[in-house]
Nanobody, 121 residues
């Protein structure tokens, strides 16, 4: 299973970016998908998650500004980031909890390669 993330970049404070992450491979089912971010020297933190039923959860720091969504048929998750702030600067990683074909009925975590988001003041 591979996760391919894209959409990062350099923007000014107050602008928007949209991150995408597509999963591919021997996927039987994807349960939760999510976005995390990490600044060098700090722990990776959860930004937003979405279940395959569409239930969402957000970190307090991004509530009201970020929107997570997904397309189950395309195994894709997006993160719409609005009103970006300099403190949102980080490497963003997508995550998927995947049940693979041919394995046990147990989900395994898979990660994308990370995409850099830089917000200038």
């Amino acid at each position: 299973v591979q996760l391919q993330a894209s959409g990062g970049g350099l923007v000014q404070a107050g602008e928007s970016l949209r991150l995408s992450c597509a999963a591919s491979g021997r996927i039987f089912k994807i349960n939760a998908m999510g976005w995390y971010r990490q600044v060098p020297g700090k722990q990776r933190e959860n930004v937003a998650t979405i279940t395959n039923g569409g239930i969402t959860n957000y970190a307090d720091s991004v509530k009201g500004r970020f929107i997570i969504s997904r397309d189950n048929a395309k195994n894709t998750v997006w993160l719409q980031m609005n009103s970006l702030k300099p403190e949102d600067t980080s490497i963003y990683f997508c995550n998927a909890q995947v049940i693979v074909f041919g394995g046990s009925n147990r989900e395994n975590p898979f990660w994308g390669q990370g995409t850099q988001v830089t917000v200038s003041s």
